[in-house]
C-alpha cells in the first residue's frame, strides 16, 4: 500500500504558520455570532402508512424487543426510507421555555446504562441486569432533568426566526457510538444558536444506545458486534442510507408550498413514497421555509463514529451520491459531482469506522478524475491525537493520514501511471485539521456534564468529586479552566466539587466545536458555495477558538 502524503506543501505551510496559534485574534468575514434562541422539534420518516396523528398504523407494524430478551431479529428496516431525529434551529423570540429532556423515558435511561455496563465482565448475565435496572431507576431522574431549555410557543414548539433577511443553513448530524438524537443537545444548540439548522439523526444501526423508530415500530437498543469486516461495513451501509436520506428530508422540507400540488408531488418523490411528519403531525411540512436556505446542499457533521461517516459523505461515499435518476442533466451532474452535503465537519473521528474501501480514505491515484471531495474540517482531542506508549493515537494515525491526504488540494503523491489532472486534486475541496488543547474525546457530547451529578447521586460528594475529576480534566483544560485536586479532608469537598461542576459544563469543548464549525461553514456560505479551504478559513477557525477561551494545540492546511 502506497504510504500517506506529506500533508503540508510549502505553499499550505506559508498560507497557515503556527505563529496563528499564538497570534492575536485576526478578523475575518463570516465569523460566528451566538445571538439566536434555539427551538427543538422532533420528526420521524416512515415507509408504513401513517395515520392522521402522524404514527405508523399498528396493525402493519411491529413492536421491536430489547436486544437483552431472548426473540428473534427483527426484519431489517429500510434505512434510506426511514429515519428518526430531532431539528435544533435559530426560533423567533418566545413566549416562554420549555425542556428538551435529554432522556424522555425510562427506557431511554436503561439503554444508557447498560450501554455504560457494556464492557462489564458480567454484561448480559441476570445480577447486570438487576443491576441496570437498579441504577437506572435512581439516575432517571438526573437524565430527566438534564436537557437544555429551548424556545417555546404557549408550550408548543417556537417558530423558526425568518426575519433576519438571510435564510439560515442546513446542517446533518450523525452521533457517536451509544449516542443519541439528544446525546450532543449542548453542539446543537450551539450551532444552532450561531445561525445553522440542524438535524440531528438517531440512527437505527444498533448503534445507538437506543433508538426510538417510527410510529408504533418501538425502539432499537445497541447491538454488541466486533469492528470490521462484514459488521461494519452494515452498519457503514445503513448510516450512509440514512445520510442520504436527512439529506432528502431537508430539500423536502424547503420546498415552498404551491397551488398546483407540485411541492407536494416533488416532496413524496423526493422521499420515495416515505411518509413525514414533525412533531407527530402536529406542525405543517413547510415549517422551515423562509427560514432556512433552499438553494444549497447541507452540510454533514458528526463525532466519532459519525465523524468518519461525515467524511465518507463528503467524499461521496455509498448513497450519499445523488440518485443518477434525480432528474438532472448529464451535463449538470457532472458540474455537481453528484455530492449531497456541500461540507464536512468531523469532531474526534474514530477513522476505524470508515466502510471497507471508502473513497474519503482513496488516493487520488486510485479515483477517476471527476471524482470530488468537499471542503473538510477535522477537529481532534488532544487525547486522542497524542501517541501512546507505543507511538499509536487513538483515532487511527494511518487512517487520518490517508483521508487529510485524499481531501487535499494538490496531492504529492506521483505515478508514472496516473494522469496529471488525477494528482491535482482540481476537484478538491481541501482540508482543516485542527486539534483542541486539554480536550477529550467525550467533551465533544453531553457526557462530561452529567458526570459530577451522576457521580454525587452513586458515590457521594467527595467520591463524586474524585471520579468527575478524573474524566473532567481535558474538558477543564479546553475551558481554559482547572480542575483542582480532590482532598482527602472533608471540609475541601464542596469547593472541589464545585470546581469540578464547572470545569465539566459542556460550554467547553461542546461550544467551542460549535463555534468553530459554524466559523468553517460560515465561511463556506460566504464563498457562494463549497468554497476551497483557504488560510482565511483556518484564521476564523481559531479566532472562533479564542473567542471561547479555548487553545489549538495543531492547525493544519492541506
Same mark, same amino acid.
Given at each position: ?25 485576526? $478578523?475575518?468575514?463570516?465569523? !460566528?455570532? $451566538? ?47 426511514? /429515519? ?11 413566549? $416562554? ?32 441486569? @438487576? ?34 433577511? $438571510? ?103 423526493? /422521499? ?35 465523524? @468518519? ?30 455530492? /449531497? ?12 469506522? /470508515? ?13 477517476? !478524475? ?95 468529586? @474524585? ?75 481559531? @479566532? ?15
Amino acid at each position: 500500500m502506497r504510504p500517506p502524503a506529506p500533508l503540508l506543501s510549502a505553499a499550505a505551510r506559508a498560507a497557515a504558520p503556527a505563529a496563528m496559534l499564538s497570534s492575536p485574534t485576526p $478578523t475575518t468575514a463570516g465569523s !460566528p455570532q $451566538t445571538v439566536h434562541k434555539v427551538g427543538v422539534i422532533d420528526f420521524e420518516l416512515d415507509y408504513e402508512p401513517i395515520d392522521g396523528s402522524g404514527a405508523a398504523a399498528s396493525s402493519t407494524t411491529t413492536s421491536w424487543p430489547s436486544s437483552s430478551s431472548p426473540s428473534p431479529s427483527p426484519p431489517p428496516l429500510d434505512h434510506s426510507r426511514h /429515519l428518526v431525529g430531532s431539528f435544533y434551529y435559530p426560533a423567533a423570540a418566545p413566549s $416562554t421555555q420549555r425542556a428538551h429532556r435529554w432522556s424522555p423515558t425510562f427506557y431511554h435511561t436503561r439503554s444508557y446504562v447498560s450501554f455504560a455496563s457494556r464492557m462489564s465482565p458480567d454484561h448480559g448475565t441476570a445480577l447486570r441486569k @438487576a443491576k441496570t435496572l437498579a441504577m437506572a431507576a435512581v439516575s432517571h431522574g438526573v437524565l430527566l432533568a438534564a436537557g437544555i431549555r429551548v424556545s417555546a410557543d404557549a408550550g408548543r414548539a417556537a417558530p423558526p426566526l425568518k426575519e433576519t433577511g $438571510t435564510p439560515f443553513g442546513a446542517v446533518v448530524f450523525s452521533h457517536g457510538l451509544g449516542g443519541s438524537r439528544a446525546a450532543y443537545s449542548a453542539f446543537a444548540a450551539a450551532l444552532a444558536s450561531a445561525g445553522f439548522g440542524v438535524l440531528a439523526i438517531e440512527h437505527a444501526d444498533g448503534t445507538a444506545a437506543v433508538a426510538k423508530l417510527a410510529g408504533t415500530r418501538g425502539f432499537k437498543d445497541y447491538e454488541r458486534w466486533q469492528p470490521g469486516g462484514e459488521q461494519l461495513q452494515a452498519r457503514g451501509e445503513a448510516r450512509r442510507a440514512e445520510l442520504a436520506a436527512a439529506a432528502r428530508v431537508w430539500r423536502a422540507l424547503l420546498l415552498a408550498p404551491s397551488k398546483e400540488g407540485d411541492a407536494e408531488k416533488e416532496r413524496e418523490a423526493l /422521499l420515495g413514497g416515505g411518509r413525514l411528519s414533525l412533531e407527530g403531525g402536529t406542525l405543517p411540512l413547510d415549517f422551515f421555509v423562509g427560514a432556512v436556505d433552499p438553494g444549497s446542499a447541507p452540510a454533514v457533521v458528526g463525532h466519532s463514529f459519525g465523524g @468518519a461517516l461525515a467524511a465518507d459523505a463528503a467524499a461521496g461515499g455509498g448513497a450519499n451520491a445523488a440518485d443518477a435518476d434525480d432528474g438532472k442533466e448529464e451535463k449538470e451532474k457532472d458540474e455537481e459531482n453528484d455530492l /449531497l452535503f456541500s461540507a464536512a465537519v468531523c469532531l474526534d473521528p474514530w477513522w476505524g469506522a /470508515l466502510p471497507p474501501g471508502s473513497p474519503a480514505a482513496t488516493s487520488s491515484d486510485d479515483r477517476t !478524475p471527476s471524482t470530488r471531495r468537499a471542503p473538510l474540517l477535522v477537529l481532534g482531542s488532544d487525547a486522542w491525537n497524542t501517541p501512546n506508549a507505543e507511538g499509536e493515537l487513538f483515532c487511527g494515525r494511518e487512517q487520518q493520514e490517508r483521508v487529510l491526504s485524499s481531501f487535499a488540494q494538490k496531492s504529492s503523491i506521483s505515478s508514472s501511471t496516473s494522469s496529471s489532472k488525477n494528482n491535482d486534486n482540481g476537484n478538491n475541496g481541501g482540508a482543516l485539521f485542527a486539534v483542541l488543547k486539554g480536550s477529550s474525546h467525550q467533551g465533544f457530547s453531553d457526557v462530561v456534564s452529567l458526570v459530577p451529578a451522576l457521580s454525587k447521586l452513586f458515590y457521594g460528594r467527595r467520591r463524586a468529586a @474524585a471520579a468527575a475529576t478524573r474524566v473532567a480534566e481535558a474538558a477543564a483544560a479546553a475551558a481554559g479552566g482547572k480542575v483542582q485536586e480532590v482532598e482527602e479532608e472533608e471540609e475541601e469537598e464542596e469547593s472541589t466539587t464545585t470546581a469540578v461542576t464547572e470545569a465539566t459544563d459542556p460550554i467547553s469543548t461542546a461550544k467551542a466545536a460549535a463555534e468553530m464549525s459554524a466559523a468553517f461553514l460560515m465561511r463556506r456560505r460566504h464563498e457562494g458555495g463549497s468554497g476551497r479551504v483557504t488560510a482565511e478559513d483556518a484564521a476564523a477557525v481559531v @479566532a472562533a477558538a479564542r473567542g471561547v477561551g479555548v487553545e489549538l494545540r495543531e492547525l493544519r492546511v492541506v
